[in-house]
T-cell receptor
Framework: DQQVKQNSPSLSVQEGRISILNCDYT??????FLWYKKYPAEGPTFLIS?????DKNEDGRFTVFLNKSAKHLSLHIVPSQPGDSAVYFC??????????FGSGTKLNVKP | DAGVIQSPRHEVTEMGQEVTLRCKPI?????LFWYRQTMMRGLELLIY????????DSGMPEDRFSAKMPNASFSTLKIQPSEPRDSAVYFC?????????????FGPGTRLTVL
């Protein structure tokens, strides 16, 4: 059974608008969360992370929000750009090194 | 740095054949991970090594799969015999281990097709 779930396989957003990607997890022992971005024919690359002691982490246009009570995290991209079109994976960890990944959400940012 | 190197990039084989995937981690990284990506299950961790020692192989689907890391700069994932359901993209990743949660750096992947 998957412990990290991304229920939206795809998302389409207009350039300049906000993109919101969602992720749910089931294991209450997870205390570190990450987002990875993947372009076609390339490996995933790290985007942003958040520890469970925080509820928000911001890096430029990217912000990750964590709601521990709901076991939910989200990635906000503002403003969205066509170059952001990629597959986004969320991941969670309960201890060093072992990450559990979701199935990914394909974001399409339309010019 | 060249990043994580994987070979081959594409592999097409027939059911029953042995398949060997190769990975060279980033120099200085002492943790290595093998993942499989499928449409249904996303990115699944198969096995990971720390200082060349297998730490967790609970994700290895069955005995047909095996992985080795004979030294700090090389690892293999072998499937024998291969089956059509093994078709997927296999990624290798590396990181520095320690108490911090360090990001994993992924290779470009090997797309495996078993006919």
């Amino acid at each position: 059974d998957q412990q990290v779930k991304q229920n939206s396989p795809s998302l389409s957003v207009q350039e300049g608008r906000i993109s919101i990607l969602n992720c749910d997890y089931t294991n209450s022992m997870f205390d570190y969360f990450l987002w990875y971005k993947k372009y076609p024919a390339e490996g995933p690359t790290f985007l942003i992370s958040i520890s469970s002691i925080k509820d928000k982490n911001e890096d430029g246009r990217f912000t990750v929000f964590l709601n521990k009570s709901a076991k939910h995290l989200s990635l906000h991209i503002v403003p969205s750009q066509p170059g952001d079109s990629a597959v986004y994976f969320c991941a969670a960890s309960a201890r060093a090194n072992k990450f559990y990944f979701g199935s990914g959400t394909k974001l399409n940012v339309k010019p | 740095d060249a990043g994580v190197i994987q070979s081959p990039r594409h592999e097409v084989t027939e059911m029953g054949q042995e398949v060997t995937l190769r990975c060279k981690p980033i120099s200085g990284h002492n943790s290595l991970f093998w993942y499989r990506q499928t449409m249904m299950r996303g990115l699944e961790l198969l096995i990971y090594f720390n200082n060349n020692v297998p730490i967790d192989d609970s994700g290895m689907p069955e005995d047909r799969f095996s992985a080795k890391m004979p030294n700090a700069s090389f690892s293999t994932l072998k499937i024998q015999p291969s089956e059509p359901r093994d078709s997927a993209v296999y990624f290798c990743a590396s990181s520095t281990s320690g108490r911090a949660r360090n990001e994993q750096f992924f290779g470009p992947g090997t797309r495996l097709t078993v006919l």
